[in-house]
């Protein structure tokens, strides 16, 4: 077992996350609970605190070895790994399982599977499979959440995301003759309804049982007062709507733009909110990401202490904090191959300090309090409540401890080939405003210290509005 899991094990940091307790057993294939009775697998120095897969298929079995064999050779390559038969083999497996094991989530699945594009791109041009010929029949949705604010300045334009749920048996398409789009309409006693927008067009065909975040532009009413926003389903150029509908209370009012006080709700009003520093966007997806971890370094500099216990969520193969001195890292993804790459590759040298764990962000294996920085490299937006990761995750800070949000997308359109190539391998796209992300925040009980807008990566530290959790 790695040092590092270890020692978090023998601290009593590490809890089982089917029963939530601890301390845990070291075992000859992992941890186990001694509580439940759970064997946790540990393979290639990652402990898999997920471990809820689908066992599939992947057709001929000399035709895949093959394959894995060579995908092995381009990884060993690139990670420097040693280029020996031992190291060959075991990389393949890492491969093999990465490609053949599945979930019941669909996006998470996508996220295990998406192995080869994560480190080699795929620059094919993107070519959606013709709508299915039943497609639009017999519409029907579930509206999940959406994150328009209660009140807005008149005669103002804003753009805000509905996520909605395809609870019908066929397909939703925007593509078809007669496509389907989200709309909506301002409603007003004694007027008629009157459009509030552009429709929303569906980026890829949305099968049933799939969910998707759309982003809605509306025009706020010039006459201040309440109004009542309704959202649903509507034939491309059509007036009526089709199906279930959402009514969306919005008070159009004075006031600084982007007050975001939902009324009735269960939250308490974000605190007055800091200033966004605009800083010159990043040429580069790499250099946007040093920008979060000079920011983060800055970050723990104020802070002042000695050393610091850090959570990265989202990591891949890659923590972006795995360099930052006077730090304890423990590195966690949805996907167990990734990280066991991730374990090769820094080896030995880091074993004191880095530590990879496979689990659900919304069942973390960690105690309350258990660690003084949780930070996101562009993983949020991936979450489907982004919100209510945000909450779990704000429950394993120690008092005073800074929850870092980095480099994630502000925009208002899914409408890129990088988000639609996404979409359609399964994986959860979504992108929000910066008055959603306010809002998302808020909701999550997190108070921004500090907000950085470079071009449209938002990076963000954030502490606890409400009382802190119990040290470590």
Same mark, same amino acid.
């Given at each position: 077992?790695?040092?590092?899991?270890?020692?978090?094990?023998?601290?009593?940091?590490?809890?089982?996350?089917?029963?939530?307790?601890? &301390?845990? #057993?070291?075992?000859?294939?992992?941890?186990?609970?001694?509580?439940?009775?759970?064997?946790?697998?540990?393979?290639?120095?990652?402990?898999?605190?997920?471990?809820?897969?689908?066992?599939?298929?992947?057709? *001929?079995?000399?035709?895949?070895?093959?394959?894995?064999?060579?995908?092995?050779?381009?990884?060993?390559?690139?990670?420097?790994?040693?280029? =020996?038969?031992?190291?060959? #083999?075991?990389?393949?497996?890492?491969?093999?399982?990465?490609?053949?094991?599945?979930?019941?989530?669909?996006?998470?699945?996508?996220?295990?599977?998406?192995?080869?594009?994560?480190?080699?791109?795929?620059?094919?041009?993107? /070519?959606?499979?013709?709508?299915?010929?039943?497609?639009? =029949?017999?519409?029907?949705?579930?509206?999940?959440?959406?994150?328009?604010?209660?009140?807005?300045? &008149?005669?103002?334009?804003?753009?805000?995301?509905?996520?909605?749920?395809?609870?019908?048996?066929?397909?939703? %398409?925007?593509?078809?003759?007669?496509?389907?789009?989200?709309?909506?309409?301002?409603?007003?006693?004694?007027?008629?309804?009157?459009?509030?927008?552009?429709?929303?067009?569906?980026?890829? *065909?949305?099968?049933?049982?799939?969910?998707?975040?759309?982003?809605?532009?509306?025009?706020?009413?010039?006459?201040?007062?309440?109004?009542?926003?309704?959202?649903?389903?509507?034939?491309?150029?059509?007036?009526?709507?089709?199906?279930? =509908?959402?009514?969306?209370?919005?008070?159009?009012?004075?006031?600084?733009?982007? /007050?975001?006080?939902?009324?009735?709700?269960?939250?308490?009003?974000?605190?007055?909110?800091?200033?966004?520093? $605009?800083?010159?966007?990043?040429? @580069?997806?790499?250099?946007?990401?040093?920008?979060?971890?000079?920011?983060?370094?800055?970050?723990?500099?104020?802070?002042?202490?000695?050393?610091?216990?850090?959570?990265?969520?989202?990591?891949?193969?890659?923590?972006?904090?795995?360099?930052?001195?006077?730090?304890?890292? !423990?590195?966690?993804?949805?996907?167990? &191959?990734?990280?066991?790459?991730? %374990?090769?590759?820094?080896?030995?040298?880091?074993?004191?300090?880095?530590?990879?764990?496979?689990?659900?962000?919304?069942?973390?294996?960690?105690?309350?309090?258990?660690?003084?920085? !949780?930070?996101?490299? @562009?993983?949020?937006?991936?979450?489907?409540?982004?919100?209510?990761?945000?909450?779990? $995750? @704000?429950?394993?800070?120690?008092?005073?401890?800074?929850?870092?949000?980095?480099?994630?997308?502000?925009?208002?359109?899914?409408?890129?080939?990088?988000?639609?190539?996404?979409? $359609?391998?399964?994986?959860?796209?979504?992108?929000? @405003?910066?008055?959603?992300?306010? $809002?998302?925040?808020?909701?999550?009980?997190? =108070?921004?210290?500090?907000?950085?807008?470079?071009?449209?990566?938002?990076?963000?530290?954030?502490?606890?509005?409400?009382?802190?959790?119990?040290?470590?």
């Amino acid at each position: 077992m790695a040092y590092l899991i270890d020692n978090l094990r023998n601290s009593g940091v590490l809890i089982c996350p089917a029963c939530g307790t601890g &301390p845990l #057993d070291a075992a000859e294939t992992g941890i186990r609970c001694p509580h439940c009775g759970v064997l946790w697998p540990a393979r290639n120095g990652v402990v898999d605190f997920y471990n809820r897969y689908l066992e599939c298929g992947d057709g *001929d079995q000399g035709e895949a070895d093959a394959r894995y064999h060579a995908f092995a050779a381009k990884l060993i390559r690139v990670l420097d790994l040693p280029d =020996t038969p031992a190291m060959a #083999d075991r990389v393949g497996e890492i491969i093999s399982r990465s490609l053949s094991l599945k979930s019941d989530n669909i996006s998470v699945s996508a996220e295990i599977n998406d192995l080869e594009d994560r480190f080699f791109g795929n620059d094919a041009a993107i /070519i959606q499979p013709e709508p299915d010929a039943a497609a639009n =029949t017999s519409p029907q949705i579930v509206f999940e959440r959406h994150y328009f604010p209660a009140n807005a300045q &008149p005669g103002t334009q804003l753009s805000a995301n509905i996520r909605l749920r395809n609870a019908g048996a066929f397909p939703l %398409s925007s593509r078809t003759a007669h496509g389907i789009v989200l709309a909506g309409r301002w409603l007003a006693a004694g007027q008629p309804a009157r459009a509030a927008g552009p429709s929303a067009r569906f980026p890829i *065909d949305l099968v049933p049982g799939r969910s998707i975040s759309l982003p809605v532009t509306v025009e706020i009413p010039d006459r201040p007062g309440p109004h009542v926003l309704r959202i649903g389903l509507a034939m491309d150029g059509g007036d009526e709507f089709v199906g279930d =509908t959402l009514d969306i209370p919005v008070e159009a009012r004075g006031g600084p733009r982007g /007050i975001l006080r939902r009324l009735g709700a269960a939250f308490a009003p974000p605190r007055p909110s800091v200033a966004v520093e $605009l800083c010159p966007p990043n040429p @580069s997806y790499g250099e946007d990401h040093a920008f979060g971890v000079d920011t983060l370094k800055t970050c723990l500099a104020e802070l002042g202490k000695a050393r610091y216990r850090l959570l990265e969520v989202g990591t891949g193969t890659h923590p972006q904090t795995a360099w930052l001195e006077n730090c304890e890292v !423990v590195a966690l993804d949805i996907s167990a &191959p990734m990280l066991e790459l991730g %374990s090769l590759y820094f080896g030995d040298r880091f074993a004191e300090r880095l530590a990879f764990i496979c689990a659900d962000a919304f069942a973390p294996p960690f105690k309350p309090g258990a660690f003084d920085v !949780v930070v996101m490299f @562009s993983a949020l937006h991936h979450f489907p409540e982004p919100e209510a990761v945000l909450q779990k $995750l @704000s429950a394993l800070l120690a008092p005073g401890g800074v929850l870092a949000v980095m480099c994630e997308p502000v925009s208002n359109t899914l409408e890129s080939a990088c988000i639609i190539r996404d979409l $359609l391998k399964g994986i959860n796209e979504q992108v929000f @405003s910066l008055d959603e992300y306010r $809002l998302i925040f808020a909701r999550a009980g997190l =108070t921004p210290m500090r907000l950085r807008l470079a071009g449209a990566s938002l990076v963000a530290l954030l502490s606890l509005a409400g009382p802190v959790h119990s040290a470590r």
